[in-house]
C-alpha cells in the first residue's frame, strides 16, 4: 500500500504516522535479525569458512556490513523519513522546533550508547577469555535497555520503543542460558537466538502497524458508506468516475453510459453540484444547446480519498 493511499485514507495524519513507525520499527528489528545471525555464525564459525571461502574474509565481514546500511536506508530510513516530514510538516513553530530537537538528542544519543557499548563489548572480547556469545549477548541486551531508558526520558513516553525493553530481557535471559552451551554449539545457538527475537519483536510491531489500520478503516468505512457521504451513492460514484478522467461530458452520454432517465441524472447531478464536485454548464454545438458536465478540483479530491479509503479497507 502507498503512503499516498494511507494519508488519503486516514484523514488524521496522526494515525499514519503512527503506522508508518511502527511499520518501519518492523523493518529495523526484521533487518537487525537477520543481520546478526549471518554475523554471529560467520564469526563463530570463521576457522572453519576460511578452507572453503575464496576470498579474505575481511571483506565478507565488510559486505556483510555495507548489505546491512544499504538495506537501513532503502528499507527502514525511508518510512521513518516519510513519518518525520509529516509530522513535521503539520506542526507549527514552537512544537517544530520542539520536535526537531527530541529528535536530534534522540539519535545523537542512539548513536552515543551504540559506540560506547560496542567498544566495551570489542574490548572484553579480546582481553577475557571468555565466550563472545556471551558477552555480545549481554552487551546487545545492555543497548535495548539503555537505548529505551533514553528514548522514555527524552520524550516522557515509550515513543514506539517499549519493545526494545523485552528484546533487553530476552537476550540477557538467553545469555545466561548459553553459558551451560558448549563453546562449538554456542554461535549457532546464539544467532538462532538473535534471529527468533527480532523476528518475533518485528512481528509484533507489525501486527500493530496493522491494527491501526484495521481500527482507522473501522472508523472510515462508517463514513464512507453512510448517507452523509455523496459518494456513497453507487450513481453519483460512478458519474465521478466518468467524468475524472475527461475534460467534460455530455448530459445525454452520462445518461446512456448509466442507463438513466433524464429525471434521475438532473436529481443526482444537482446534489454533486450542490457539494461543488461538479460544475454545470451550457453549451453550443453542432447540434445545438446541450448541457456539458465538468468535475471539479475538489471533486476530484473527493474522489481520490474516498477511493483510496476504499481500496485500503478492502485490501485490510
Known amino acids: 500500500m502507498k503512503d499516498e493511499e494511507l494519508l488519503l485514507a486516514f484523514e488524521q495524519v496522526e494515525r499514519f ?10 523493518n529495523l528489528f526484521l533487518l537487525l535479525g537477520f543481520y546478526f545471525f549471518f554475523m554471529i555464525v560467520f564469526t563463530g ?3 572453519l569458512l576460511v578452507q572453503y571461502v575464496p576470498v579474505p574474509l575481511s571483506m565478507i565481514s565488510m559486505l556483510l556490513l555495507l548489505a546491512f546500511v544499504g538495506s537501513y536506508i532503502v528499507w ?50 579480546r582481553f577475557l577469555e571468555i565466550n563472545f556469545c556471551i558477552i555480545f ?19 516522557d513516553t515509550p515513543h ?15 545469555g545466561i542460558c548459553v553459558i551451560g552451551i558448549p563453546s562449538f554449539y554456542s554461535p549457532l545457538v546464539t544467532a538462532g537466538v538473535f534471529l527468533t527475537v527480532y523476528a518475533a519483536a518485528a512481528y509484533h510491531v507489525f501486527t500493530s502497524a496493522h491494527d491501526i489500520i484495521r481500527t482507522g478503516v473501522t472508523e472510515e468505512f462508517g463514513q464512507l458508506f453512510s448517507s452523509e457521504s455523496n459518494l456513497s451513492n453507487p450513481v453519483r460514484l460512478g458519474i ?10 455530455i448530459f445525454t452520454d452520462i445518461q446512456n ?15 454533486l453540484e450542490k457539494d461543488k464536485y461538479i460544475h454545470i454548464k451550457k453549451i453550443l454545438s453542432k447540434k445545438g444547446p446541450r448541457t456539458a458536465i465538468y468535475i471539479t478540483e475538489e471533486g476530484k479530491d473527493e474522489l481520490k480519498k474516498y477511493l483510496s479509503k476504499l481500496r485500503v479497507g478492502l485490501s485490510v
Not at 80 to 99: Q, R, W
Not at 100 to 105: A, C, D, N
Not at 142 to 150: A, D, G, H
Open 17 to 26: 504516522i503512527a503506522y508508518r513507525n511502527r511499520k518501519s520499527h518492523g
Open 45 to 47: 564459525y570463521d576457522h
Open 76 to 125: 527502514v530510513g525511508t518510512g521513518f523519513h516519510s513519518a518525520y516530514k509529516i509530522h513535521i510538516d503539520a506542526l507549527e513553530g514552537k512544537k517544530k522546533s520542539l520536535v526537531r530537537k527530541r529528535e536530534i538528542l534522540s539519535n545523537s544519543a542512539v548513536v552515543l550508547i551504540l559506540i560506547c557499548i560496542l567498544i566495551i563489548i570489542y574490548m572484553l572480547i
Open 137 to 155: 549477548l549481554f552487551g546487545v541486551s545492555l543497548c535495548n535497555f539503555s537505548i529505551f531508558s533514553v528514548i522514555i526520558h527524552i520524550y
Open 160 to 174: 514506539y520503543h517499549t519493545v526494545l525493553f523485552w528484546i533487553g530481557i530476552a537476550l540477557f535471559i538467553s
Open 240 to 249: 465521478m468516475i466518468l467524468l475524472q478522467d475527461k475534460n467534460g461530458m
Open 257 to 271: 453510459s448509466l442507463h438513466l432517465t433524464s429525471g434521475n441524472l438532473d436529481s443526482h447531478l444537482k446534489h
